[in-house]
């Protein structure tokens, strides 16, 4: 049997609903950020038919489906922005049949926040970098440059997309790191 034809089985079939019983289990998934339009977290778990259509359907491949050592949350979909950020196009949610992705504008969209870390951006060491700033799809209103230079994310407009962490040219680690926004 395909793993994801058992995984639909167990969990089309209420053993997630015992699951969720278990104690410790709303920590599934906790870490992990959804595609845009995703229900709470929790709902979410349960929701979800971990069907994949979302990850088919996405244009930039950007949707990876979690594995075993994700716990509960095995089969369901998430975005590593490093490897893939989302461009809001919003096709899985067209797709999404279980309504644990609901309609939402893509200026709505929350699935994570943004941080910059100081000490690693290149513009707060003398560098002429803007690169972030550039790339987010929301320019000058989600990252927005402190006098001129330094950017800043608003998470009155952040929708998490990932682009700015994707891009950002700091290394050996990122300067910018998008972290699960639960609402
Ligand atoms: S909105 Fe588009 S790019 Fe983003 S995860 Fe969904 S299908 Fe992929
Ligand atoms: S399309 Fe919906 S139900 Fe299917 S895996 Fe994606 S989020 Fe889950
Ligand atoms: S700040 Fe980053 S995560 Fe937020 S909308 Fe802009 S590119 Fe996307």
Do not use: W
């Amino acid at each position: 049997m395909e793993r994801r034809t058992f995984v639909k089985m167990a969990f089309g079939g209420g053993i997630l609903g015992l699951l969720l019983g278990m104690e410790g289990s709303s920590e599934a998934g906790d870490g992990l950020i959804r595609p845009p339009g995703a229900v709470p977290e929790e709902m979410f778990l349960s929701t979800c038919a971990r069907c994949g259509k979302c990850a088919e359907i996405c244009p930039l491949g950007c949707i990876r489906i979690a594995h075993g050592e994700q716990g509960l949350a095995i089969g369901t979909p998430y975005i590593v922005p490093q490897e893939g950020y989302c461009d809001l196009c919003l096709k899985c949610i067209d797709v999404c049949a279980a309504g644990a992705l609901k309609p939402v504008e893509k200026e709505k969209v929350r699935m994570g926040l943004a941080e910059i870390d100081k000490d690693i951006c290149l513009a707060r060491k003398g560098e002429d970098c803007r690169v972030c700033h550039a790339a987010c799809p929301f320019y000058d209103r989600a990252i927005k440059l402190e006098d001129y230079k330094y950017p800043q994310v608003d998470p009155d407009y952040c929708t998490g997309c990932g682009r700015c962490e994707n891009v950002c040219i700091a290394s050996p680690r990122k300067a910018v790191t998008v972290k699960p926004r639960r609402e």
